[in-house]
Structure formats: C-alpha cells, structure tokens
C-alpha cells in the first residue's frame, strides 16, 4: 500500500499488477458511496487486470478520513492528481489510463476537460444526472475533453437515461467509445431473468476494454 499527501492530508492508494503482460495502468477512483476496497472496485480492478492493465485504486480523502458526504470537486481532483503524480513516479514508460465508477470517474472527466495529459479516460457507470432529475445534466465540460475516451453504463442505470447520454455525445470533440451493458443498473448489476450473472458483466466489461485499448 502507498501512502500519498494531499496538501497537509494523506491518503492510501494499492497498486494491483497486470496478471498478464502489461498494456497500461489505470488509475480507477471509487463511487460517492464506495471506498477503494469495495466489492465493485475490486471486481472491476481484477477484470481489468486480466487483459494486461496495472490497476491503481485509491481512497479519496473524505473516505480515507472515514468523514460522510465527499469532499467538493476541487479536492477531489487535487486528491486524484496527487496519486496519479505518484503513479507516473512509479510506472514512467506505461501508458496512463485514469477514469473510475461514478463520481470518480466524473472526476477524472474533469480532469480530462482540463487538458489533463493521459492516454484514455476509461468511465464506469458515467453519473450524468441524479436519479429522477434529467434537468441536472453533469454535461457541461464534457465537450472539452480531447483524449479517447470508453464509458460503459447499463441500460437500467438512473444515473444515465441513454437517450440523455446520446443527445449528450452528439457534442463530443473527440473519439468517445459508448458501450451499454443490457439490463445492467448502475452497479452492473442484471436480473437472474437476463441469464447473465454480475461475473458475465465484468468480462464484458473486460473484453471491452481490451478491444478499446488496441485501437490506441
């Protein structure tokens, strides 16, 4: 486990090795609600990990504090900055990934849409509005962003109303990649009644990806 400062703070960060032959590392930050050692997080970072990608997962601060809501963006971008400071000291010739679930990876969105300099931007579960609130779009810097990007959300995400998410692209600058996952909720969960298990989802999740990757 790393431990990173953060201004006069710190947090903890565990780097994962690729189980095959590295293509990348991917620096993934968690959901609002989930912390780096959630069972989402490690099941995506072990998807991911299969298809040759070091995973990087870290606490933003107000989770490593164990404090309740999350901190505003601005932190949490410095927080995700720092790691990925440390990460390019750790891995300097692999070609870096960032992105995350949720509001981590609208962080790193934000990132992006700054001029942050990355290989891809690899989203999970995009939050593009609250549950039930398709007026509050999360939209707004997205077409700044320059560097490919994949973002995978389910079909039964209320964070994500597809039609919204497609009206939404058709203002993206750059190469983005939208993949839906059928029956999948915003934790990538499906019904027993689709004949899928969550297992089934993140190898999807994988294959994905490392289809995304070789187009690089």
Request: overall charge neutral; glycine content about 10%.
């Amino acid at each position: 486990m790393w431990r990173i400062p953060v201004g006069a703070e710190i947090t903890s960060a565990i780097p994962d090795a690729a189980a095959t032959e590295r293509r990348g590392v991917y620096v993934m930050a968690h959901g609002a609600g989930g912390n780096m050692n959630d069972k989402a997080m490690i099941g995506a970072a072990n998807a991911l990990r299969r298809i040759g990608l070091d995973v990087v997962r870290f606490n933003f601060l107000y989770k490593e504090k164990g404090a309740g809501g999350p901190d505003r963006m601005p932190k949490l971008v410095d927080c995700f900055t720092a790691v990925v400071d440390r990460v390019r000291e750790e891995y300097p010739r692999a070609p870096l990934y960032i992105g995350g679930r949720s509001m981590g990876g609208r962080a790193a969105s934000m990132m992006a849409a700054d001029g942050f300099d990355a290989a891809g931007l690899l989203l999970l579960a995009y939050p593009l509005h609250p549950p039930g609130q398709h007026d509050k779009l999360r939209d707004a810097h997205l077409p700044a962003i320059t560097m490919p990007v994949l973002c995978f959300n389910g079909t039964r995400d209320t964070f994500c109303e597809p039609t919204l998410m497609m009206g939404v692209l058709n203002k993206a600058k750059t190469r983005w990649t939208m993949h839906w996952i059928e029956d999948a909720d915003h934790g990538f969960h499906v019904p027993k009644k689709s004949g899928r298990s969550d297992a089934d989802v993140l190898e999807e999740v994988a294959e994905a990806t490392s289809a995304w990757l070789g187009t690089l």
